[in-house]
T-cell receptor, first 112, second 112 residues
Framework: GQSLEQPSEVTAVEGAIVQINCTYQ??????LSWYQQHDGGAPTFLSY????GLEETGRFSSFLSRSDSYGYLLLQELQMKDSASYFC?????????????FGQGTTLQVKP | DGGITQSPKYLFRKEGQNVTLSCEQN?????MYWYRQDPGQGLRLIYY???????QKGDIAEGYSVSREKKESFPLTVTSAQKNPTAFYLC???????????FGPGTRLLVL
């Protein structure tokens, strides 16, 4: 089957660094995405990795290792507004079509 | 501004009633998607469409129906066959299937 695993909850303090891991098991993998969702809001796109390595976008970075079926989202200089749920999503094939498969989400709580 | 709109923001359904959720995008994206999100859970795919006049069932299509008569529009009907429709419904679109998805603001459906 196809599945993604990420921690359900992470807590960190303001100004710290936090890493949210994501492991996946899919067929026809073609990219790992990360989305942020604030309570009651819609998911917003954060980053995308198609190849191995680190992608940096401001305070957020995302890493992918295809050989390990593993990726992570790194959030630096945490701010209170970063408190949200973070979803990893994998582009995977199903039959002759492709779609995104989402993880269950990690709730990040940033404390003062 | 380009984006995805969903209406209404809140929708109430009576027992035995069909209701239709609207989703419109002006991003010129070919692919569109409908997800259901229950409290504290991830996103589950209901239906998706790669191109006009074509759509595929997702993981939880039972009790739902869609149409894709125009590129810009992908309405979702929650039928009376859906016995537990209370959820947050999210529409998304992407340039192509499996690529980065951009979400609308969502519709909360409640059963009276």
């Amino acid at each position: 089957g196809q599945s993604l695993e990420q921690p359900s909850e992470v807590t960190a303090v303001e100004g710290a660094i936090v890493q949210i891991n994501c492991t996946y098991q899919t067929s026809g993998f073609y990219g790992l995405s990360w989305y942020q969702q604030h309570d009651g809001g819609a998911p917003t796109f954060l980053s995308y990795n198609a190849l191995d390595g680190l992608e940096e976008t401001g305070r957020f970075s995302s890493f992918l290792s295809r050989s390990d079926s593993y990726g992570y989202l790194l959030l630096q200089e945490l701010q209170m507004k970063d408190s949200a749920s973070y979803f990893c999503a994998v582009g995977a094939s199903s039959g002759n079509t492709g779609k995104l498969i989402f993880g269950q989400g990690t709730t990040l709580q940033v404390k003062p | 501004d380009g984006g995805i709109t969903q209406s209404p923001k809140y929708l109430f359904r009576k027992e035995g009633q069909n209701v239709t959720l609207s989703c419109e995008q002006n991003l010129n994206h070919d692919a569109m998607y409908w997800y259901r999100q229950d409290p504290g859970q991830g996103l589950r795919l209901i239906y998706y469409s790669q191109i006009v006049n074509d759509f595929q069932k997702g993981d939880i299509a039972e009790g739902y129906s869609v149409s894709r008569e125009k590129k810009e529009s992908f309405p979702l009907t929650v039928t009376s066959a859906q016995k537990n429709p209370t959820a947050f419904y999210l529409c998304a679109s992407s340039v192509g299937i499996g690529e980065t998805q951009y979400f609308g603001p969502g519709t909360r459906l409640l059963v009276l």
